[in-house]
């Protein structure tokens, strides 16, 4: 027994220094693991993503790049499974800057890269403008892709994704998507402020676009899903690796008998069609937005300021897909601006105040989206803005209506709901009031209004400059003019005589902007209008004397301001009645409570307007 024990002994002693082995073993693997997770945080998962070589060729696209590559940021794949293929050249501008700044804070996150810049020649020999596409340009396009092509094929790259600098994947799971899809060429539909976009659904006999019926219910939606083309381009994706996509390619030479336009994308269309490779796009999620290509006589500078307008239109008209939905209030009304590559310095410019002595956003505290949005459109549209708190309808109260001094007219009605004025439209009229006061207080000329909920109109700073020059070429005596508004009568309004950009102003709605000298507003506050208060937008065509109800202008007199309208109009609404996310803060808020006696002749519905509060109120059509 002793013997046994000894033996057993031993043998308990060698499992104990064996398992304590593995035990500290256990630990200094434990610890090199825990000390790299701060420098690789991949995923099991991720380390066997299919390989991607992302191909950007940048020309002139400085003003671009700082989105562009935000959105390349912020796409959801490894890095550290996608190369980098940049090339760049012929360049005006600060491009190749801007990519080699962006390279130097991102390379390391990449799996590799391979870059080559070149601004000299800054231009092609054949070309006359920076936008125009001579023979020479195209040919060094197809050089280029092809050989970004052949490069991915000999690093036996999974899949090639090209993407162009003026297109932005707003949807970052784009690239997952594509892959999904498990085509062999792929295009997510990319959507832009006209028809335009990156498919064709049909090409001519030279392979250029060709409208087909098919193509409009597919950029509108109408149909939804993965569909053949004819062509896709600008941002596409190629399986590399299907045995069919070996026939793919950008070069006509090594086609056969290649007979259409020496152009890259019909070149390449035409590949996949003899290599029998469907081309397809997929509009079943909302991939994100492309610029409307430019004209060959059209300018750098131009291209330039119609990015801004395209930068301006994704803060609103671009707003409402849920990809540029705010992530905690899930509000996708009021968009933030677009994405900028936190690896890209872009210089603030310098901004003004229109040629105007101050310039006022209106803005309810509890619309933070609204301010961001207002506040990020000032900014691109270098104007220096004194941002309003405005009163707020929820905040009053009988008792502040009356420390205030403020009195409904006796006799208002809403025209369209027949009932007093609501708290919002108080707090509405009383932050206009306080801007009238500061103008008249600080003595300024002429000020320019803003509301929080306008959407300007495409070069809004070159369209304004050109309406005030109008205006003073013509000598025109004015005291406020409306930027943008919600004509009642259109048949009522005539030109100013020798004006091409203002015209006379009847009945009106909206007051979301306009411009107004120091003699308007001293005649507004004259009219001492706290006390026999209508909603400001009643109150104006009142003081011009356009109202259609006698009874509610007979107290204000004169009635004799100066006020025009700018012609077309400069800014609109970001949303109208029963859209998605409109939004009345007028409307919104409770009916004072207050006596008001009915007038024996009540206030008409304007001419033109419908009487159907179903269908029509004074902040739209419906």
Known sequence: MQTHDKSLNFLYSHVIRKAFLVYLIYLTT???VSENSGANTTSPTDNHKPTVLLVILARNKGHTLPEFLGYIDNLNYPKNRISLWIRSDHNIDRTTGIL????????????????????????????????????SRFRHLIALKEEALLAARRMWADFIFFVDCDNFLENEETLNVLIQEEKTLIAPMLESSTAYSNFWCG???????????????????????????????????????????DLLTFEPSKLKSYDKAFDDLIIFAQSAKDAGVPMVVCNHEEFGHLTVPRQPDETHSFDIASFSNFKLDAMTQFS??????????????????LLVSDYVSVPEAPADTLGFDQVFLINLVRRPL????????????????QLVDATDGKQLNDTWLKEVGIRQLPGYADPYHQRPMTMGEIGCFYSHY??????????????????????????????????????????????????????????????????????????????????????????????????????????????F??????????????RDLKAYSAAPMLVFPTHYVAEDNYVSDTEDSIVIQEETPQLADPPAVPSGVIKDEKLVDKHGEL
């Not at 950029?219 to 004819?230: Q, S, T």
């Not at 070159?462 to 005030?468: K, R, V, Y």
């Open 30 to 32: 434990v610890r090199a």
């Open 100 to 135: 080699q700044e962006w390279l130097d804070g991102v390379g390391q996150l990449y799996h590799s890269y391979n870059a080559t810049f070149s601004n000299e020649p800054s231009a092609y020999k054949d070309e006359t403008g920076p936008v125009q596409w001579p023979n």
């Open 203 to 245: 090409q001519d006999e030279e392979g250029y676009y060709k409208r087909t019926e098919e193509y409009m219910p597919t950029l509108k939606r109408d149909r939804l899903g993965c569909f053949e083309v004819a062509l896709i381009h600008s941002t596409f994706l190629i399986d590399l690796r299907r045995r069919s996509s």
């Open 320 to 337: 409402q897909y849920p990809y540029r939905w705010n992530q905690t209030d899930k509000h996708y009304g009021e968009a933030g601006p």
């Open 370 to 385: 609204r301010r961001r949005r207002m506040l990020a459109s000032l900014a691109e549209l270098r104007v220096r803005a």
């Open 434 to 543: 306080r801007v009238w006061r500061e103008i008249v207080d600080k003595g300024y000329r002429h000020a320019i209004v803003f509301e929080d909920d306008v959407r300007f109109v495409n070069f809004f700073r070159t369209e304004l400059d050109a309406m005030m020059e109008d205006v003073r070429r013509i000598g025109l005596d004015w005291e406020l003019i409306y930027l943008g508004r919600k004509i009642l009568d259109v048949n009522k309004e005539d030109w100013v005589s020798g004006a091409s950009r203002v015209c006379h102003v009847s009945y009106t709605y909206w007051t979301i902007s306009y411009v107004i000298s120091n003699a308007g507003a001293r005649k507004l506050l004259a009219q001492r209008p706290l006390q026999k208060m209508v909603p400001v937008d009643e109150f104006l065509p009142i003081m």
């Open 545 to 558: 004397d356009q109202h259609p109800t006698s009874a509610w202008s007979a107290p204000f007199s004169p």
